[in-house]
């Protein structure tokens, strides 16, 4: 990762502003071939896009991806692909006050104490606009796999909001796309609407806790000691906005358990390796075991809301400020969509690490001569 | 981050095996002028070194560094310092059986499964003897933030073992070297020490965690959107071994709060911003605000245990291990001044980073006309 | 240098083929406060053009950049900048002919063997057009230096075009901006013009040797042993279109030179160490000496010619082909302005890195106390 | 390119000064599987040592490679292998006048400008003592190659010496390995014996010219459009110490020319396309065409001669050096192992990401249905 580029091989550039003329993503080292056009991102940036639902900011953006280059007769040519999203519906004098005072909780006092001048209008750089650009490059990530990972499958869903919890029991990866959390309970999906409603009307806002699972990883998947597979996972989870921590398997909690607990022994099965339990999370040494590789990330409440909150102004004033505008009361919501895009960015990038440094399968057997 | 080297300018690439005949670093990017010699670094390996309490493995590792290149009369040349440290202990016997067998929670599968070749020996390059390597860079990178940023602490410490946690009202930063768990709670380190030994005569290992305090931290520090303070830092937590999960100010917890609860409110003192409060950990948008940065992982019981365990062979048998040989009980413990060498690490490649895109010092000021 | 990006810290990757919607750089890291604006990159896009003289394509290309990102009130905020230059003269009507069949002495034939698939309409990624991209980015490294490093220039110039070479004795770097040529020889223009008429009637095309001379590179810039500043100048160069060889200094020549010759003595004059010579082009060990950095290349004659050539098809068969269409009969006329830009590309990186390393002068002295 | 890194995917750091304890390289990225011990890579340090003939310097190195992680039981394991060459023939008391004086044509003065400090012992870190890392980490390069590209070969051969040059009608390919130049042309190999001793004599020395010769790449390898791989190989050769300029197929000549004389016409033979010539060198838009890749450099005279030259003292005083020590009369002669190694690293480095991007093989056919 550097500045604004993640990936090693399959590398991603995200560029823009919240309320400059368009915002985007430059996908390099995408392998030929593979077939795509803008509705096949289309599908996921709709997912993500502000709007949808009255739990989401009211901000009104088409969200429309135009791909410009990389493509040509409906497939990848191994040349970057450029991803565009103009931005529409920009309202810039909402954002007029912030200019001068730095709202808490925002990038907005760092990002002028870094640089010494920012964009304020809507955050700038550092608006949760920018995830939209990852989503637009989760999606030719999405379809590379598509191709040489048919058999992965990266879902999100959210367990947590502010106190409610998910119920595990009422787990049903099937009621994930029919609530506008991404919630995997039914019944949680229906008190959480009430919930966030009462919060949206108070002017308040509430953090959330996302899991993200993914099946299909072959074994040996991902790279010692530096680029493990857990490290990139988690670090592409970081470096979305307002993520405060990230785990994996067990987590925080392993900190709790002893070694007999912790321990997923492991048997033989017909197709292989057999694990007892996934305390681990599905990775081993910074390398996948062939499990589901489940990881949970914590989302901070959004920081924009109606309530007064001291802060200063650039010129050091004292002063409080109340963010009006249109804002998501919880932004753990649309975080599931840009955490899947992030994860499948990951998982392609080391696909392709795998196949560079050994080739397209795992190299090691078990259990044949 | 790529396979075995981290970093963006401050760039550290470890090398080397368990049971090899030595491991070390290759350091570029070091500013020049830096006064250092093995001693320095020494002081902290010591720290990590294992063999010095009962709490620690009994392998007794001299785990002298020597450095290589790098240096002329004392000082720093801006060129590579490679830094080695022999393997003295290595008694491979105590590994022949894990050759065949996979050790439950250990990466003998995984690598056994990408490569179709490993190491055995004491785990290999999965070993976290690795970690010496880590913590010698650490000692460089002190070195030179001890010349570029000399206010700035780096600060590791356990506050949970397994059920037992630190009693926040006895925190005592001063009580953290005077233990062998580096607890900065005089009564639960006499209270853990029991705790262990019952553990370690059990055979038992148990997870830990760590927090990490870093003060002095410039504002402005830190870079958007992908090489985040916050991300850079986690990654290099979760690339330590055993480390399940990394969190930052009010991490994991901060899925539960409202925006009221979250936010950090700023008034004007005389040097500047001042926070009401830290939920934030000390970083806004990837950026450092100059707080206290504050961040915890937790770390999984150690793996090797004397209880037996269900596995498989190479060959596909199933099979019961049980892991004899020297073992930490809680590797937590030398998790903290491995955290704190790639928290070191991680910051001077920041303060680098800095100085490249805006200069020695913020650009933004605040308060002054 | 990754597949479509250069530099170290001043990131640009380029996207875009020559007959799509539209191609640009997005650049990365540039210094926040920079004053910039789109005119100020068109002064340098206007130099590279197509269709400004009869001495190059008659394809007319407004190539009016749009910066869609980046800027503030004029100035860099440090965030990324995205150049994007919409193609609007495409006729791809004038390039049916060649999806199938390979033109020999372009990049058809191994673009349509690496990736199996090719955008075939202009030549693709593989048209100098992506060149529009690199002068750009160009510009933005030259607004950068003119705040961090004000007494640079980067000049660039054509010496020889086919048998033709300039005359030294009448070098006159003001006669460079007052030909179509870019030659520092006011006769040469002359005689040159009515030799590349007689070319281009003919249907013929013809190689040229462009020489790049930057002036007040601070002593101190550039790094070993792999960051060289000549080792990233030539493959700066050597990465453009058409470009077969690059030298610095004596360059090709120095394989005939004895040591007594290639020494450049050093004296010492009122402002620090003066040489007597400049056999090194301005660069020792990879680092800038002060003096003038002087590097040449040469581009290979264009190879769309009317002239009847042999060649095959994508299904094995053997054919001739006449590239009709608008091409350059000089294609190193227009290298001057790419090269100009990639040097200035790689002059801010370096700035960057040294301030990164070593801060933002030498650090050594010369006849101080 | 990163300060002392090169390598997309095979990685190579070197490390270490001229009359430190040792120097080496880390390589990282290397496949797993692949057959090598230190004998497989002393075969390559044994035609760059120093001391072989009375051409080269007389300083006697043992240049004894060690291999210190990353095999297993005679076979790499995909991790880092950490190659070290101890110094033993080190006699700083040559070197102490260099201390205080620069040498005309070394980094001394440039080194001691940009970082204050250096090491003067041998020229410290500058000297080309550091390519003996660069050949090591070349034989790991070559051992992978012999399992991943078996057919490739890759010779280095000199073609001129100061104003002597070879016969190209004499030109024999088993003459390299016969004399003390690695010269194809058994003559100009008896000649220029007598030539040098003359030289070295009379304390002179001279540039010379080194060509590359690459058979057996695959059609497709490389990559547009700053990865390419011709730029690639000019950057591994001008990053060796001495060498002032590169060029591929025609080069410099390629300006002299016509687009008729250089188009490389295109016929079908019974295995794949056949070109007429040779012109491109074996590379188009970066990417192999499957002919050989033929390659120049020019190596300057070494600068350490016996002849007095003018410079100045780091305190500004003007005075005379005369560098007396070992020095090769022509460093060009080892600078042929040293080219191949390189050329093997980059070599690697494309199939592998060749490999990651594409697949094993070309994805495009021609001929085929």
Known sequence: MSF????HLFRVTTWGESHGPALGATVDGCPPGVPLDAAAIQVWLDRRKPGTSRYTTQ??????????????????????????????????????????????????????????????????RSSARETAARVAAGGVARAALGVLAPEMTITGYMIQMGDRRIDRDRFDMDQIDRNPFWVPDAEAAGEWGAYLDGLRKDGQSVGAMIELRI??????LGAPVYAKLDTDLAAAMMSINAVKGVEIGEGMNAAALT???????????????????NHAGGILGGIATGQDIVLRFAVKPTSSILKPRRTITRGGQETEIVTTGRHDP??????????????????????LLHRAQVGPTPRGRIGQP
């Not at 321990?263 to 339990?277: K, Q």
């Not at 919880?330 to 975080?335: D, H, Q």
Request: charged letters at 25%.
């Open 59 to 124: 901000r009104r953006e088409a969200d429309e991806v135009e791909i410009l280059s990389g493509l040509y007769e409906g497939q990848t040519t191994g040349t970057p692909i450029q991803l565009m999203i103009r931005n529409t519906d920009q309202r810039s004098k909402d954002y007029s006050q912030i200019e001068d005072k730095f709202r808490p909780g925002h990038a907005d006092i760092t990002y002028w104490q870094k640089y010494g001048i920012r964009d304020p209008r809507g955050g700038g």
């Open 259 to 277: 070694g007999t607990d912790n321990a997923d022994e492991i048997t033989m099965g017909p197709d292989g390796p057999v694990y007892g339990s």
């Open 4 to 7: 604004n580029t993640y990936g």
């Open 330 to 351: 919880c932004v753990g919501i649309r975080a599931v969509p840009v955490a899947e895009a992030m994860a499948a960015a990951v998982m392609l990038d080391h696909v």
């Open 215 to 220: 099946t299909g990883a072959m074994p040996g």
